[in-house]
């Protein structure tokens, strides 16, 4: 499996846990209805989940992590 492939699946699995809490969460504790529900937790967790990126370095291709909770760019190993 190509670098390319699990930043994508690293960033799918980090967005499904952040949102589905969040949509249960928003669902149970809000008067929201409808359409509202699906688009608070998806802002929600397009906002709090981590980004992962594949890059090509001098070293071969390595995955990044950026996170709203962490300083700076770290490499996951």
Do not use: R
Request: charged share 20%; net charge positive; hydrophobic share 55%.
């Amino acid at each position: 499996m190509s670098k390319k492939v699990k930043a994508f699946l690293y960033n799918f699995l980090g967005f499904v846990v952040i949102y589905l809490p969040t949509l249960y969460v928003v669902d149970i504790a809000t008067h929201l209805q409808g359409i509202w529900i699906p688009m608070t937790g998806f802002m929600v967790a397009l906002l709090v989940a981590p980004k992962f990126q594949a890059i090509k370095t001098h070293d071969g291709e390595k995955i990044f992590m950026k996170w709203l909770f962490f300083k700076g760019v770290k490499e996951v190993k």
